[in-house]
C-alpha cells in the first residue's frame, strides 16, 4: 500500500516519521522509522527508487538523539580513504575504525590527507552543532562522510556509530546516506566486574573494555577487593597479593586435590600488578574509559586480613583467605594505623587510577565484631562517635578528606549513607533506588544501580548454563529500566550521575561465562543510559544486527535457547519446580575439581530450601524411579539466616532422598539410601527405586534428610519408569 507512493510523497513521509522522532515524543524509535522507511520502500518500485532505496537501516545501539535519513549511501571498498587532520586524536580514532572494519567486514581502509569526495572525514573541533561533551555529527552522503565532534571522546562515538552503520548490502559494504546528531542522556554509563570473587586475566578486561566501548559504555567499575580475595599489587603492602590473592577453592572437592608442588590444596587465585593495572587503564582510556576502583572497607575484608592480621577488629581473624559467598562478619579496626594503612593504599590507588571517583565499598559491613571487641569500643569513646554506624561515616570522611586532597571524589555503595554521609560522596544505589532518593534528596550525586534489575549475575534466560543467581532477568527488563523514576523530584534527577550495571562473580567462574551474562544485556543498559528515547520494539528490532556484529567479534553472547516440549517422565532440576524462592541458585558442583577435567554439573536449588516439585507427573503406569543427584558445599555466609534452614532427619547415617506424593507432607513413596553418593563429589546415579503406580496425575515432591546444612544435597535429574524401561535399568 504505501509502496504506492511517488518518490516525492515518499520523502514527505519519511519527513513526518522522523519529525515524530526528533522531537523525542518517545513515540518512535531510529529503528521504528527504519523499519517505517523499509515498509515505505515496499516491493514492485525497486526501479523508481534506486536512487533512494532504504536497503540499510540505522542499526546503531544505543539509539542516537536525532536521525534523518538521506538518500542513497556511501560505497565503502578496499581503499576508502580516510581523512582525519593533523592531530593525533584523529589518527588515533581513524586506526581504531579502520582495524574494526577489516576485523568484521574485511575491508581495508586508506588514509588521506584529502578530504573531497570518496573520503571518510574526521573533524574535531570543527564545523559541528553538537555542542555536548562525547557528542559527535555524522553525515553521510552517497558523495561522502563527515564525521565531527568538539571532544575526541564524540568522534570516537563517531567513529562507533560509524562502524555500526556499516552493513553488507547489494554491490558490498555501505553506509546509508543519513545524518546523525548524537550525545548521551548521562555521564555514567557502566557496567562494573568482580575479579575479586573470580580472577580474569588483563586479557579479559582489555576485550571487555573493547566491547563495552562499542556499546558507548565509558565507566568499568572494578571491584578489585573482597573476603575472597585482594586482586591489586600494592608496593608498601606485598603480603596483600602474595597471601590475599590466592585461596583455597570450597568444599571437600577442592580440598583433596593437592598440588604436586606444595602438597598441599591447591590455590586460585591471581591478581593485577601495577604495571598490568598502568596498561588497563591506558588501554581504557584509548577507548573512552575511565576505570573506577574499587577497594571495599570496612567489610568484605577478609583477604586483605588474612594478609595482615593487625588490621582485623576481631581479636582471632582467619589467617587463611576464605572460600564462602556471602557476608563474613569481619571488619577491619579503627586504630590509627589501620586508617593509615587504607589512606596508603587509596595513596597507590590514585596514582594508578587517574579518574575522578574512587570508590570505596561500604556496603553490607554487619557491626557484629565492632560491637564485640572493647578496644573498638574505646576507640568510639575517643573518636566521639556515638554508634557503630557513626563509626564507619567516621572511616568514609576520612577517606572522603584524604581523597578530596588528592584532587579525587569518593563513591560508595548505599550503606554510606548511614551514620551521617560525607560532605561530597556519592552514592551507588544497590538496594533499589532509596539510595539515589536519599542522597539527591540531600543534594548527593548518586549513580543507579539496582538489584535485582541491573544484578547482571542473575540467568538471562531460564536455561542451566552458565550458572548464576537464580532469578531470570531479562535483556527486556533490564531495557525497562526507568532511570528516572517518579520518586526523584525533576531537581533530584539532576543529581543521578547514571546508570551501572553489575557483573558479581560468586557463580561466574569464567571470563566466557561473565561476556555471555553481560551479553547483550550491556546493550539495553547502554541504551537506558546513553538515548533519550525508550522503544523496546525498535531495541528488538535493531539487536539482530548487534548479534551479527557480536559473531564477527567473537563475542560470547546469551540468546534464548529454542523451547523443547518436557519429556513427560524426565526433569532436569531446572525443569522441575523448586518449592521456594528464598535463595535460588543455579548452582555450579563443586567436582570434578580442574585438575581433573570434565564438565561440572549445574543444578537449580534453593539453598535455604533445597526442595523441588515434578508438577503433574502421569504415575498411572510408573513402576521405578531413577534420581541422579549431586552433593554442593554449603560454602554461604548468610549469619543467623541458617538457623531458619529446616532439616529433616535422616534414618540412616547419611540420609536418604525422599519422594513424597501431591504434596511436601504427602504420603512417602519412594526413600532413596544416600550411601552410594557420599564418596562422590560430582553427580551420582542412585540406584532404582520401585514405586507402585497410581491412577491420573500427581505431583511428586523430592527433599533430602540430612543432618547438617553442609552438603546440600541436589537434584541434578530425576527419571520416571514405566514398566518395561524399569525391568531394563
Ligand atoms: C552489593 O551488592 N553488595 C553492593
Known amino acids: 500500500m504505501i509502496g504506492e507512493l511517488e518518490p516525492r510523497e515518499y520523502r514527505q513521509s519519511q519527513h513526518t516519521a522522523l519529525a515524530a522522532f526528533s522531537k523525542r515524543s518517545g513515540l518512535m524509535s531510529v529503528a521504528a522509522v527504519a523499519l517505517t522507511l523499509l515498509m515505505l520502500s515496499g516491493c514492485g518500485h525497486s526501479e523508481q527508487l534506486s536512487s533512494a532505496r532504504i ?14 535519513r538521506g538518500e542513497g549511501r556511501f560505497m565503502v571498498t578496499d581503499g576508502t580513504q580516510l581523512a582525519f587532520g593533523d592531530g593525533a586524536e584523529g589518527k588515533r580514532i581513524a586506526e581504531y575504525v579502520s582495524d574494526l572494519v577489516r576485523r568484521t567486514y574485511g575491508v581495508g581502509l586508506g588514509s588521506s ?10 573533524e574535531l573541533a570543527a564545523g559541528t552543532s553538537v555542542t555536548g561533551p562525547e557528542g559527535y555529527s555524522l553525515v553521510a552522503t552517497p558523495e561522502r562522510i563527515v564525521v565531527s565532534a568538539h571532544d575526541a571522546r ?96 570450597a568444599g571437600p572437592a577442592a580440598a583433596a586435590d593437592i598440588d604436586p608442588a606444595t602438597g598441599k590444596p591447591r590455590l586460585y587465585g591471581g591478581y593485577y600488578s601495577q604495571d598490568e593495572v598502568r596498561e588497563i587503564v591506558a588501554y581504557a582510556a584509548s577507548r573512552n574509559i575511565t576505570i573506577v576502583p574499587e577497594i571495599d572497607m570496612p567489610g568484605h575484608a577478609s583477604a586483605a586480613i588474612a594478609a595482615y592480621p593487625r588490621l582485623a577488629a576481631s581479636s582471632k581473624p582467619s589467617p587463611q583467605v576464605p572460600a564462602d559467598w556471602g557476608i563474613y562478619s569481619s571488619l577491619f579496626n579503627v586504630e590509627e594505623s589501620t586508617l593509615t594503612f587504607l589512606e596508603d593504599v587509596l595513596d597507590e590507588v590514585v596514582s594508578l587510577f587517574p579518574g575522578a571517583y574512587i570508590h570505596i565499598g561500604g556496603d553490607e559491613a554487619v557491626k557484629d565484631e565492632w ?25 568514609v570522611q576520612r577517606m572522603e578528606k584524604f581523597l578530596s586532597s588528592k584532587g579525587r571524589r569518593l563513591i560508595g555503595w548505599d550503606e554510606i549513607l548511614e551514620g551521617g554521609l560525607a560532605p561530597n560522596a556519592t552514592v551507588m544505589s544497590w538496594r533499589g533506588i532509596d539510595g539515589a532518593v536519599a542522597a539527591a534528596s540531600a543534594g548527593h550525586d548518586a549513580v543507579l544501580s539496582p538489584h535485582p534489575t541491573l544484578y547482571f549475575d542473575h540467568r538471562p534466560y531460564d536455561v542451566p548454563r552458565p550458572p548464576g543467581r537464580g532469578r531470570v532477568i531479562t535483556i527486556e527488563e ?14 533530584q534527577r539532576k543529581h543521578i550521575l547514571g546508570v551501572q550495571a553489575n557483573i558479581w562473580t560468586e557463580h561466574i567462574r569464567t571470563p566466557d561465562r561473565v561476556e555471555f551474562m553481560a551479553f547483550p544485556r550491556a546493550a539495553a543498559i547502554a541504551e537506558v543510559a546513553w538515548s533519550p528515547v525508550k522503544d523496546w520494539d525498535g531495541f ?76 503433574a507427573a502421569d504415575l498411572s503406569k510408573v513402576t521405578s524411579l531413577v534420581a541422579s543427584v549431586g552433593q554442593v558445599p554449603f560454602n554461604f555466609q548468610i549469619g543467623d539466616a ?32 544416600l550411601a552410594p553418593a557420599v564418596g562422590n563429589f560430582a553427580v551420582t546415579k542412585l540406584p532404582v527405586a520401585k514405586i507402585a503406580p497410581r491412577e491420573g496425575r500427581h505431583d511428586l515432591c523430592f527433599t533430602f534428610t540430612r543432618k547438617s546444612v553442609d552438603p546440600i544435597w541436589v537434584i541434578d535429574s530425576v527419571q520416571l519408569q514405566t514398566s518395561s524401561a524399569g525391568e531394563a535399568e
Open 113 to 122: 590527507g584529502n578530504t573531497g569526495n570518496g573520503v571518510i572525514q574526521f
Open 371 to 395: 560491637k564485640a571487641s572493647p578496644r573498638v569500643q574505646a576507640r568510639m569513646r575517643e573518636l566521639g562517635v556515638k554508634d557503630e554506624h557513626e563509626l564507619q561515616s567516621y572511616i
Open 478 to 491: 533490564v531495557y525497562a529500566f526507568d532511570p528516572a523514576p517518579a520518586a526523584l523530584s525533576e531537581e
Open 55 to 68: 536497503d540499510t537501516p540505522v542499526n546503531v545501539i544505543p539509539a542516537p538523539g536525532s536521525v534523518e
Open 154 to 249: 564524540g568522534l570516537f562515538y563517531g567513529a562507533v556509530t560509524l562502524w555500526q552503520l556499516m552493513s553488507q548490502g547489494e554491490g558490498g559494504l555501505q553506509v546509508p546516506a543519513v545524518t546523525i546528531k548524537d550525545s548521551p542522556r548521562f555521564d555514567w554509563r557502566g557496567l562494573m566486574l568482580d575479579s575479586a570473587r573470580y580472577y580474569q586475566p588483563p586479557e579479559f578486561i582489555r576485550k571487555l573494555i573493547d566491547l563495552m566501548a562499542l556499546h558507548k559504555l565509558n565507566v568499568l567499575h572494578w571491584h578489585l577487593t573482597d573476603d575472597q580475595a585482594w586482586r591489586i599489587e600494592i608496593k608498601k603492602y606485598p603480603r596483600l597479593t602474595e597471601v590475599g590473592a590466592w585461596r583455597v577453592a
Open 540 to 615: 528488538s528490532a535493531r539487536l539482530p544486527a548487534l548479534l551479527d556484529r557480536y559473531k564477527a567479534l567473537g563475542v560470547r553472547f546469551a540468546q534464548p535457547a529454542p523451547s523443547r516440549p518436557l519429556d513427560p517422565f524426565r526433569r532436569t532440576s531446572h525443569e522441575l519446580s523448586l518449592c521456594s524462592d528464598k535463595i535460588p541458585l543455579s548452582l555450579e558442583d563443586d567436582a570434578p575439581v580442574d585438575s581433573q577435567g570434565g564438565e561440572r554439573a549445574v543444578f537449580l536449588v534453593d539453598i535455604m530450601q533445597p526442595c523441588w516439585l515434578f508438577k
Open 642 to 673: 541458617v538457623t531458619a534452614i529446616e532439616l529433616q532427619a535422616p534414618a540412616t547415617a547419611v540420609g536418604e532422598l525422599e519422594v513424597r506424593l501431591d504434596d511436601c507432607n504427602g504420603e512417602r513413596v519412594a526413600v532413596l539410601p
